[in-house]
């Protein structure tokens, strides 16, 4: 694709790029400081609800982390594969560190893919079933997801 653009498009699909490594990083730091914070601190216990729910609902959260995680490895991958630097913000440059590969490239192209359309099916999930709790079975499930300060009770 690159082949049929000119100087200024290659230029903006770049910069493009840019962005979109330097807010994947962002959201990856984001949520390596969440699960540090998740892990050294007691989590809020979940309102009653029956074992299944409980269930699926644990394993979402963990099931958030471990995509954001598999979408940064694959995502450098796939950048270290391509030899572009990051200019993280166009503040930092991130040298290339590692050659990768073929089929490491290949393999990280298509779980960067899956990983980033799950994603997309774990938030819709996520929203329904807080939608659900608090709409059809009216307990305090979406309310606790509140900051203290917005009304979320506290252990
Ligand atoms: C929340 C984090 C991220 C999400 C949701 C995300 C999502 C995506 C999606 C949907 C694509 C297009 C996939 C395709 O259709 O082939 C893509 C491509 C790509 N992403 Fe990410 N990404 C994330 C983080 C990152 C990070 C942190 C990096 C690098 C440090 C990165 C590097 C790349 C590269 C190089 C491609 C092009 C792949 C190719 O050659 O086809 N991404 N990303």
Do not use: C
Not at 12 to 29: A, D, E, M, P, Y
Not at 44 to 55: G, I, N, Q, T
Not at 91 to 99: A, S
Request: proline letters at 4%.
């Amino acid at each position: 694709m690159l082949a049929t653009m000119d100087l200024s498009q290659i230029d903006q699909v770049v910069g493009l790029f840019n962005w979109h490594k330097s807010i994947g990083i962002t959201v990856f730091l984001l949520m390596l400081a969440r699960l540090i914070w998740r892990l050294s601190t007691k989590a809020p216990p979940l309102v009653p609800m029956a074992p299944v729910l409980a269930f699926g609902a644990r394993a979402l959260q963990w099931m958030f982390y471990l995509a954001v995680f598999g979408l940064f490895v694959s995502g450098y991958i796939l950048n270290e594969a391509a030899a572009h630097n990051i200019d993280f913000f166009w503040i930092v440059e991130i040298p290339l560190f590692f050659e990768i590969e073929e089929a490491a490239e290949t393999l990280a192209k298509l779980a960067h893919k899956t990983v980033a359309f799950s994603l997309i099916g774990f938030v819709l999930l996520h929203t329904g079933a807080a939608l659900y709790h608090h709409f059809h079975l009216r307990d305090e499930t979406l309310i606790g997801m509140l900051p203290s300060w917005r009304g979320a009770k506290q252990e």
